[in-house]
């Protein structure tokens, strides 16, 4: 079961409304790398966990999520006290309210649609949701998951510190930080407890790969390091076919099978010997579509010709229409002379 103490983990002290700063926090709240997807994280890893020390440690961790999934609301609800109290009295002149709600990041859809409160998305108003749950059952794996999200998270609550000068909200979010520093440290703990804990699950590697680098992207910037040098790697350049076989794609079909795939492949073969006329040939130019207009589309030289051509005179109209165009107006100004 769960039992809730009213009183929050850490104190958290605004010295201001800011919605603005409030939408960034719930990169936080409801983000992929925030408070309730590690909440959620953890709790689901401890239902299925059947060690009792991890179980013991995920439960903990899993709660105390829980606890700054409530510190950070909290401080999103207070710096949006200022514009919910204004949208709810209409305490502003209407452009005014508009501008201080419109000032940056999601801080209007904030305050109309959830009336100040914090929203379960992140900063940029994408919803939470549950993929964001990466868990696999395997504690190998899991904990290296867990550790790296703890990672995640600590960075993100650096950058939000480095956007606020409220001393209030750095202290909290600080203490926030350092307490994604303590699982992080739990986690490492709990992985290296499990001998042994590498390669993640149960079945070991292909030996003549396991320590092999390919240099697989080459060129300059080619660089040698404790992450591909000798003795723990064996440093080799791009190879096909690395385990002695053709390279190519081979399955087995019955007779029949193999019977009705020929059949498509011959039905949908290219014609490599074909040059057939297109619908791009044809609204290159040409007048009316007649057979000469066509037969010059079909050759690639003449159809250079008229591209140049078009280029050359700065027209968009192809050859063929500007040469027909030009010869109408010059019989109409022929019989106009007559006339």
């Known amino acids: 079961m769960f039992l809730h103490n009213k009183k929050l983990q850490y104190t958290v002290r605004v010295s201001e409304p800011n919605p603005v700063l409030g939408s960034l926090l719930l990169e936080q709240f409801g983000g992929p790398d925030g408070e309730l997807a590690a909440a959620m994280r953890y709790f689901t890893q401890a239902l299925a966990e059947d060690d009792p020390g991890r179980k013991d440690l995920l439960q903990d961790i899993a709660t105390e999520e829980l606890s700054h999934l409530e510190v950070i609301g909290s401080i999103v609800a207070m710096l949006n006290k200022g514009a919910k109290g204004k949208l709810s009295e209409a305490s502003m002149e209407e452009a005014e309210l508009y501008r201080s709600l419109t000032a940056g ?6 305050s109309i649609l959830y009336g100040g409160g914090p929203a379960l998305t992140n900063s940029s108003g994408v919803p939470w949701t549950g993929a964001y749950i990466d868990s696999r059952g395997d504690p190998t794996c899991d904990l290296r998951s867990n550790i790296a999200a703890e990672a995640r998270a600590k960075i993100i609550y650096e950058r939000l510190i480095n956007v606020t000068d409220d001393p209030g909200i750095k202290e909290a979010l600080g203490f926030l930080m350092t307490r994604e520093i303590a699982h992080q440290k739990s986690f490492e703990k709990a992985l290296y407890s499990i001998e042994p804990n590498f390669p993640p699950g149960k079945l070991a590697g292909m030996p ?7 240099n697989m992207s080459v060129g300059d910037g080619d660089m040698r390091g404790p992450w591909n040098n000798e003795p723990t790697f064996e440093y080799r350049d791009a190879e096909v076919a690395v385990d002695g076989g053709s390279g190519m794609p081979e399955v087995s079909l019955g007779s029949e099978e193999l019977q009705v795939v020929e059949k498509a492949a011959m039905r949908l073969q290219s014609k490599a010997g074909s040059d057939p006329l297109t619908g791009a040939m044809l609204g290159m130019g040409g007048t009316n579509g007649s057979s000469s207009a066509l037969a010059s589309q079909m050759d690639p030289k003449a159809a250079k010709a008229n591209a140049q051509q078009q280029m050359q005179s700065g027209s968009t109209e192809p050859p063929g229409a500007m040469r027909s165009g030009s010869s109408a107006s010059s019989s109409s100004s ?3 002379q007559t006339e």
């Open 105 to 110: 990041g999601d801080s209007h859809t904030q």
């Open 208 to 214: 003549q790969f396991t320590n092999v680098y390919f």
């Open 334 to 336: 022929s019989g106009s």
